[in-house]
């Protein structure tokens, strides 16, 4: 089956810390990896997306790189701000599946200044 | 453009009450997700349409739960009857053909008391 996988939060950084969320996935063939971004009160954003193995993903300095020998996604930035405080999610869109979202459980991020 | 319109954007209700949520897509998108969001199951794919005609409605937890997709502007979840456990956020994505990305509206918060 399709799954994945995020590691736990909450993730506490000071302001321009590194930061790294791992995600890793399950899935058959081969699906298209996104990172989406729920801000408190608001509805998920696309934050960055990859469709294809050794694809990097990249959006407002956060990156991420689709491994698929090592079947993961993991999100990255290289300093931190108080903004960046969120939660963010993983997800992985089936191939040939309409576009359908399998979602990992989120990691909140809190950014102190 | 407004971006996916849904209402309301909470909702108290009592148990053995019918619950009833819409959304309004983004004009153009033929592709139409409901989600619901809680803390313990995380983000979970009730049903999604594309053209508005159910294509998986395999994530709808039980005949309590249905929606309807009578055009292209307009969806409905409904839950009929309301159980306590049906408390969470319920969020509409929508997404236009040839893309694989997900628009979400702000969701609505569901409280059965």
């Known amino acids: 089956g399709n799954s994945v996988t995020q590691m736990e939060g909450p993730v506490t950084l000071s302001e321009e810390a590194f930061l790294t969320i791992n995600c890793t996935y399950t899935?058959?063939?081969?699906?298209?990896l996104f990172w989406y971004v729920q801000y408190p009160g608001e509805g998920l954003q696309l934050l960055l997306k990859?469709?294809?193995?050794?694809d990097k993903g990249s959006n407002k300095g956060f990156e991420a790189t689709y491994r698929k020998e090592t079947t993961s996604f993991h999100l990255e930035k290289g300093s931190v701000q108080v903004s960046d405080s969120a939660v963010y999610f993983c997800a992985l869109s089936p191939y040939n599946q309409g576009g359908k979202l399998i979602f990992g459980q989120g990691t909140e991020l809190s950014v102190k200044p | 453009d407004a971006g996916v319109i849904q209402s309301p954007r909470h909702e108290v209700t009592e148990m053995g009450q019918e619950v009833t949520l819409r959304c309004k897509p983004i004009s153009g998108h033929n592709s139409l997700f409901w989600y619901r969001q809680t803390m313990m199951r995380g983000l979970e794919l009730l049903i999604y349409?594309?053209?508005?005609?159910?294509?998986?409605d395999s994530g709808m937890p039980e005949d309590r739960f249905s929606a309807k997709m009578p055009n292209a502007s307009f969806s409905t979840l409904k839950i009929q009857p309301s159980e306590p456990r049906d408390s969470a956020v319920y969020f509409c994505?929508?997404?236009?053909?040839?893309?694989?990305?997900?628009?979400f509206g702000p969701g609505t918060r569901l409280t059965v008391l």
């Open positions: 349409f594309n053209n508005n005609v159910p294509i998986d």
């Open positions: 899935a058959t063939g081969y699906p298209s």
């Open positions: 994505a929508t997404q236009t053909g040839g893309t694989d990305t997900q628009y």
């Open positions: 990859a469709t294809k193995a050794d």
